[in-house]
């Protein structure tokens, strides 16, 4: 594993970081993918709810790869943006990046696109709210809902 060059490091902030426990493991000891999988919705549901300003639901994981190994004890960065908005529904691309513990070492582990739908009060889909001014996300593409 090798530091990536500038073009492959993930812009902007992470969603969500953690540090990968020894419950997160599977029987083998490696970091199990669910949990990997399930924080990578948790910071997609994040980032959904944020931009739906309310509840939202996954209901897709489209082209979910992992690339490589997490072990214990490395810093778990997961980074979310829309890629894509329809009437009521959203496509995250979520990246996941490791850094190994005591160094500076980074490498992307997972990546994929999470689609969300916006809920309402009786757990069916809504429109999603007008961008508010300075929002920078994709306009609404009424060909994905």
Known sequence: MSQPTGAE?????PT???????????????????????????AAGTTAAFRANGRCATVAINSLVFLEPVVVGDEVSIY?????TGRTSLTIHVQTWRRARHTHITSKVTE???????????????????????????????TTD
């Open 9 to 13: 490091l993930p812009q902007g902030m």
């Open 16 to 42: 969500i970081r953690v540090v990968a426990m020894p419950t997160d493991t599977n029987p083998a000891g490696d970091v199990f993918g669910g949990w990997i999988v399930s924080q990578m919705d948790l």
């Open 80 to 84: 979310t943006r829309i890629i894509r």
């Open 112 to 142: 994929g696109e999470f689609i969300f739908v916006a809920l309402d009060e009786q757990h069916r889909p809504r429109p999603l709210p007008p961008l508010q001014a300075g929002e920078d996300l994709p306009a609404p593409d009424s």
